[in-house]
């Protein structure tokens, strides 16, 4: 008596999670370094104002669960970057030269023609007046999206990992997720979800080619 054995496609994942920036976008802080020079501002501005100064920082988190909205995260910032920043439209005008990560797109692209679920895991920075998932053209890939400012908390909060799967209506165990922050993958693998470190575009995409069996070819 023969006993069937699984084949390689019913082993393979069936949803594949992404991060957004850093991960659907290249590296944002060579942009980000450039804008502030472009502003007059010192090169680490950006940074220094969201990551280390304490109401930036508290305003940034307020940003990401929707406690607060964009234009006004835009207003209170812009004033402590500096009384001569113009607050309009100051999130889109410092993102704005963040490039697409065209590889990690074509291997997301490259995915959803395998019929392998998509789920869009990000931690928001506002989509209103700068929607950065419009801009970056990858908003309509994604047959699911979960977005911190609209459920209302963010990674590396356990919750919103079973919520994605949840949406996916997959088990942690057949999806991978991928994010370029570190803190943010145990939560997922404690799910079962396997997950990879995005810290460099070529690398990750190699990485998820080899997981997911599919090769990623960008589009001119």
């Given at each position: ?20 920036a ?21 090169p ?40 001569a ?6 999130m ?6 963040v ?30 007046p ?65 997950t ?25």
């Amino acid at each position: 008596m023969t006993y069937p054995t699984d084949s390689a496609d019913d082993r393979r994942p069936k949803g594949l999670i992404l991060d957004f920036a850093g991960v659907l976008t290249a590296d944002p802080r060579p942009a980000h370094r450039a804008w502030c020079t472009a502003e007059g501002l010192a090169p680490e501005a950006w940074r220094a104002t969201l990551n280390d100064h304490p109401e930036g920082r508290r305003l940034y988190a307020a940003l990401e669960v929707g406690e607060i909205g964009q234009s006004e995260w835009n207003t209170a910032t812009a004033a402590l970057l500096g009384a001569a920043v113009d607050p309009t439209n100051l999130m889109g005008r410092a993102w704005s030269g963040v490039p697409t990560a065209r590889r990690m797109v074509a291997l997301a692209e490259a995915a959803r023609t395998a019929g392998i679920r998509l789920a869009l895991l990000s931690n928001s920075f506002g989509t209103d007046p700068h929607n950065p998932y419009v801009h970056a053209g990858i908003w309509d890939l994604f047959d699911v999206h979960v977005i911190s400012e609209v459920v209302g908390m963010a990674k590396p909060d356990p919750a919103i990992y079973r919520l994605t799967l949840d949406r996916l209506g997959l088990a942690g165990e057949e999806c991978v997720f991928a994010d370029d922050h570190p803190v943010n993958l145990p939560p997922a693998a404690t799910l079962g979800i396997t997950t990879v470190l995005a810290a460099d575009e070529n690398t990750a995409v190699a990485e998820l080619e080899e997981l997911l069996g599919v090769s990623a070819v960008p589009t001119a």
